[in-house]
């Protein structure tokens, strides 16, 4: 079985940018959960269609590298089966999302090597990474994408990436579980914080009142920043989409006003 091609709806993409734009300083990751369907031309190969993201706590935070742990992927796959429930349909952590902050979007050999230790679980696994914030002159102010699996190279003896052509599918509105998905995300990395923390103070050799100050207001600058970054964008987006609905009923109410006039006038005429 192998995978031709990724179809990634519009608002798991949203959820995507959303935790890749909020850390430059470190790689972000979250799993990919959809269906992998047989596509019509060819009943050996397959295509993803991506519906949802889940994120999973870091346990460790890096600068230049991800790390999943068998933990954190059968986190997802209980988030898998309980939207399988939901859905009524059965859908399945059928790939990974990382954020490259300041470098370019090709997968480093570490990237390869975990995506080749993916499609041993799964062969239609696929790897997306997102480059961002990265200020080289053909980058700048832009995000690239792109979407990969892990080929072994008989001459070279080893792995390689090999490209997997993507779609990002246009969706009416943002779902409610990306709605969610986008509140979870603050929660998720509020909790990175406080496990961050409660580790610091709890090596913690001198407890003086200093240190812990310190510690404390690392934390408040922790919370705040991603304050900054969720809550005020997410703000901002609900108000809009409150705004829009508030437009749709009006709209709505004067359509049935009109046709509860026309058919007022049409029944007086029969009589
Ligand atoms: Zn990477």
Redesign the pocket.
């Known amino acids: 079985m192998s995978l031709k091609e990724v179809y990634l709806t519009g608002d798991v993409f949203l959820n995507c940018l959303q935790l890749a734009f909020s850390n430059e300083k470190q790689?972000v990751m979250g799993l990919l959960i959809g269906e992998l369907k047989p596509t019509d031309t060819d009943d050996k190969s397959v295509n993803a269609l991506i519906t949802h993201l889940f994120i999973p706590q870091r346990a460790d935070r890096k600068r230049d590298?991800?790390e999943t742990s068998p933990e954190q992927l059968i986190e997802a796959s209980v988030e898998a089966e309980a939207l399988s429930k939901k859905l009524q349909k059965p859908v399945t952590v059928c790939g990974w999302f990382?954020s490259?902050p300041h470098i370019t979007v090709f997968?480093?050999h570490?990237?390869v090597k975990t995506q080749a230790a993916y499609q041993m679980m799964e062969k239609g696994f696929v790897g997306i990474?997102c480059s961002i914030f990265n200020t080289d002159q053909h980058h700048k102010n832009r995000v690239k994408l792109t979407c990969f699996q892990s080929n072994y190279n008989n001459l070279k003896g080893d792995y390689e990436s090999v490209d997997i052509p993507f779609h990002i599918l246009p969706v009416p509105s943002i779902s409610s579980h990306s709605f969610e998905t986008m509140i979870n995300m603050q929660k998720t990395l509020n909790l990175e914080e406080i496990n961050d923390f409660s580790l610091c103070m709890a090596q913690l050799d001198n407890k003086d009142f200093l240190t812990r100050f310190q510690n404390h207001t690392a934390l408040a600058h922790a919370f705040s920043r991603i304050a900054e970054v969720f809550s005020q964008p997410l703000f901002a987006a609900l108000s809009l989409r409150l705004e829009h609905n508030q437009n749709t009923i009006a709209r709505l109410k004067e359509q049935i006003e009109m046709a509860e006039k026309q058919n007022r006038k049409s029944l007086k005429r029969s009589k």
């Open positions: 790689e590298r991800v990382h490259h997968p480093s570490v990237d990474i």
